[in-house]
């Protein structure tokens, strides 16, 4: 299984792009890079996926260079709702189970 | 459509007792999973149920057993719990080849 790494937590000021970047140097061929986000006493809730380049959605922007070794999911002009927890997962299974959820980052969106 | 729905909310037990974990999800997935979340870690993988009919461990399946009662239902017991199962209890769903999966509300459980 790809290991991955994130800063334990990162702090910003609401209005401000905050991006926060995932180690995963032993990275399969087959793997997907998935960022779920998480708020207190709640479950976690998917973001965005992807496998190289750029993906984009409503919410965030994923970027992936070319050797796969890192990612870094962008969030846009973040607000104090923002304030979560954010995973970086790495698998290559459709199945799920080869997913592992590390500690994530603790971000906190300050006014 | 309600999604992932987990019952109870909330359960204290004590040393040695027994419980199941309820869990239900109403979007026609296949793939099903049971994860437990320390305080200020990340979620670990009990077991999941690819597909109906099916189940495998995860993790950390010690002190666990699963029932994958038909595509919607998931449960999870605990035969005997031990202080070392407090935690908060993730049901999630998964269809297959989505990627994305989709979490219950939880279950705070409390071992005494």
């Known amino acids: 299984l790809a290991k991955t790494t994130q800063p334990i937590s990162m702090d910003s000021y609401e209005g401000q792009e905050v991006n926060i970047t995932c180690s995963h140097n032993?990275?399969?061929?087959?793997?997907?890079i998935t960022w779920y986000q998480q708020f207190p006493s709640q479950g976690p809730r998917f973001i965005i996926q992807g496998y190289k380049t750029k993906v984009t959605n409503e919410v965030a922007s994923l970027f992936i260079p070319a050797d796969r070794k890192s990612s870094t999911l962008s969030l846009p002009r973040v607000s104090l709702s923002d304030t979560a927890v954010y995973y970086c997962?790495?698998?290559?299974?459709?199945?799920?189970?080869?997913?592992?959820f590390g500690p994530g980052t603790r971000l906190s969106v300050l006014p | 459509n309600a999604g992932v729905t987990q019952t109870p909310k909330f359960q204290v037990l004590k040393t040695g007792q027994s419980m199941t974990l309820q869990c239900a999800q109403d979007m026609n997935h296949n793939s099903m999973y049971w994860y437990r979340q320390d305080p200020g870690m990340g979620l670990r993988l009990i077991y999941y149920?690819?597909?109906?009919?099916?189940?495998d461990k995860g993790e950390v399946p010690n002190g666990y057993n699963v029932s994958r009662l038909n595509k919607r239902e998931f449960s999870l017991r605990l035969e005997s719990a031990a202080p070392s199962q407090t935690s908060v209890y993730f049901c999630?769903?998964?269809?297959?080849?989505?990627?994305?999966?989709?979490f219950g509300p939880g279950t705070r459980l409390t071992v005494t």
């Open positions: 149920s690819a597909s109906e009919g099916t189940t």
């Open positions: 997962l790495v698998g290559d299974d459709n199945y799920g189970q080869n997913f592992v």
């Open positions: 999630a769903s998964l269809y297959q080849g989505a990627y994305e999966q989709y």
């Open positions: 032993n990275i399969a061929t087959n793997d997907y």
